[in-house]
């Protein structure tokens, strides 16, 4: 087993042991800290894959600006284990059969299928000069459209998020 | 490092996205869930975009960054103003969408 190797089992029972962390831990916080632990895991595996722009702007985006918001917005409401509703245990075993039956029945329609193994040498598309290149000539309406999203998300977010005048 | 590896890692990520969503009352929490469901897809992405020397995958994964981020732009706003409303950010209280 290579370098390759154990890292890509270190990061992978990284990733599931956390993202299991996320919906079983009882307080918010923890579960913002889990899933930002996630993250850095994916982050790590985008490495692997020669995806170095994606795992800095994975980590900047999720867990520097979105994780962060979260933070403060639980932090502002004051959650914490004791104010955590809770289903009943009827519901939640019937999500986590749910959940577990589609990932079976996805595993077993996909375990047969041959797929060519990724080579490990590294390719350059990942770097940020190659997709820059494809972003600006291939995706450049989305770019703008993507633009126009955010200005959208702005505006609505300060209009929901303002405080309420006699209507 | 087969492929198929990466395809189970972001399945069993995605399947846990689901169950939490399912499982838990607190809309934050729930989010946070999509969230990690999105990754999963990011994941398998970016692996497929490697085995196919392919960029075009790459640049969709960072779209889904730019929705997801919008996303939860409004999303928060809308759970904030839902917690100054009823002090609570149970998703069961959301079923009546009018206090």
Redesign the interface.
């Given at each position: 087993m290579g370098i390759?190797?154990i890292s890509?089992w270190f990061l992978?029972v990284m990733?599931?042991s956390c993202?299991?962390g996320?919906?079983l831990s009882r307080n918010?916080v923890n579960?913002?800290l889990f899933?930002i632990a996630?993250?850095f895991a994916?982050s790590g595996?985008?490495i692997l894959?020669?995806?170095q722009?994606?795992a800095i702007?994975?980590i900047i985006?999720?867990a520097g600006?979105?994780m962060v918001?979260?933070l403060f917005?639980?932090m502002?409401?004051n959650?914490n284990a004791d104010t955590?509703?809770?289903?009943n245990r009827l519901?939640?075993i019937?999500?986590?059969i749910?959940?577990?039956t589609?990932?079976l029945v996805?595993?077993a329609a996909?375990r047969t299928?041959t797929?060519?193994?990724?080579d490990?040498t590294s390719?350059d598309?990942?770097l940020i000069k190659?997709?820059g290149k494809?972003?600006f000539t291939?995706?450049v309406l989305?770019f703008e459209i993507?633009s126009v999203?955010?200005l959208?998300?702005?505006i609505?977010?300060v209009v929901?998020?303002k405080k309420e005048q006699t209507v | 490092m087969p492929v198929q590896y990466y395809l189970f890692l972001s399945l069993a990520l995605f399947c846990i996205g689901m169950m939490g969503a399912m499982m838990r009352r607190n809309a934050i929490i729930v989010f946070m869930c999509i969230e990690l469901m999105l990754n999963a897809v990011n994941l398998l992405m970016v692996a497929f975009s490697k085995m196919y020397n392919d960029a075009a995958a790459q640049i969709f994964v960072f779209f889904i960054m730019v929705v997801a981020a919008a996303e939860v732009a409004v999303g928060l706003a809308i759970i904030v103003m839902m917690y100054r409303k009823v002090h609570s950010v149970d998703i069961n209280i959301l079923n009546r969408l009018k206090h």
């Open positions: 390759y190797e890509f992978t990733a599931l993202a299991l996320v919906i918010p579960s913002v899933l996630t993250f994916i595996h985008y894959l020669n995806a722009f994606l702007v994975n985006v999720y600006a979105i918001l979260f917005v639980i502002l409401m959650l955590e509703p809770q289903k519901v939640q019937a999500g986590a749910s959940g577990g589609l990932l996805i595993l996909l299928s797929i060519t193994s990724l490990q390719t598309i990942g190659n997709l494809t972003l291939q995706f989305p993507s999203l955010f959208s998300a702005m609505g977010a929901i998020g | -």
